[in-house]
T-cell receptor, first 115, second 115 residues
């Protein structure tokens, strides 16, 4: 297993454009999480899935953000009409059930820059 | 709501010395887990160590140990025999086991190991 993969690693986009990020979790992990991390801060929770069901969404996840996990495998995070405030590192993580004991396994992140 | 506080924005330590990174947490739950993650400049989050709220002994993993003081609600990370490769951001995080909620992170401490 190669761990959690995120694509792309970097994305530069103009304000107002839509962007989509992909996350491939560890295959046997049933939970998948999206976090956002801005410079000098810890990761902030956005949303998570158990299999294909989206179980929780943070208030940080405005209407411009949508996440899917079809068939309970990979996940996509789409941001519509990007704003400069969306510039951040977007981290994906996966875990087996709650991730107690072994924690979450994180991907290397997608760094978004909105110009 | 859970809250993680890391009061040290930055720390310096001499190579081969031990260092303690502070973490305090706030929760009304009885069943929870505490984690430490390392984030090098490359960006990935690396799981280091886990402590359950009902664990009677402090967790240890190689050069990492967790100084868990439940009554004080603190979970400090101790790194022994620091190495240059330990230079990174370190994040304390918490999960509510009973509430089935995702990991909540602190703001992190930047550790710099000096030769």
């Amino acid at each position: 297993d190669t761990g959690v993969s995120q694509d792309p690693r970097h994305k530069i986009t103009k304000r107002g454009q839509n962007v989509t990020f992909r996350c491939d979790p560890i295959s046997e992990h049933n939970r998948l999480y999206w976090y956002r991390q801005t410079l000098g801060q810890g990761p902030e929770f956005l949303t998570y899935f158990q299999n294909e069901a989206q179980l929780e969404k943070s208030r940080l996840l405005s209407d411009r953000f949508s996440a899917e996990r079809p068939k309970g495998s990979f996940s996509t995070l789409e941001i519509q009409r990007t704003e400069q405030g969306d510039s951040a590192m977007y981290l994906c993580a996966s875990s087996l059930d709650m991730g107690v004991l072994n924690g979450y396994t994180f991907g290397s992140g997608t760094r978004l820059t909105v110009v | 709501a859970q809250k993680i506080t890391q009061t040290q924005p930055g720390m310096f330590v001499q190579e081969k010395e031990a260092v303690t990174l502070d973490c305090t947490y706030d929760t009304s739950d009885q069943s929870y887990g505490l984690f430490w993650y390392k984030q090098p400049s490359s960006g990935e989050m690396i799981f280091l160590i886990y402590q359950g709220s009902y664990d009677e002994q402090n967790a240890t993993e190689g050069r990492y140990s967790l100084n868990f003081q439940k009554a004080r609600k603190s979970a400090n990370l101790v790194i022994s025999a620091s190495q240059l490769g330990d230079s990174a951001m370190y994040f304390c995080a918490m999960i509510r086991i009973s509430g089935n909620t995702p990991l909540v992170f602190g703001k992190g401490t930047r550790l710099s190991v000096i030769a």
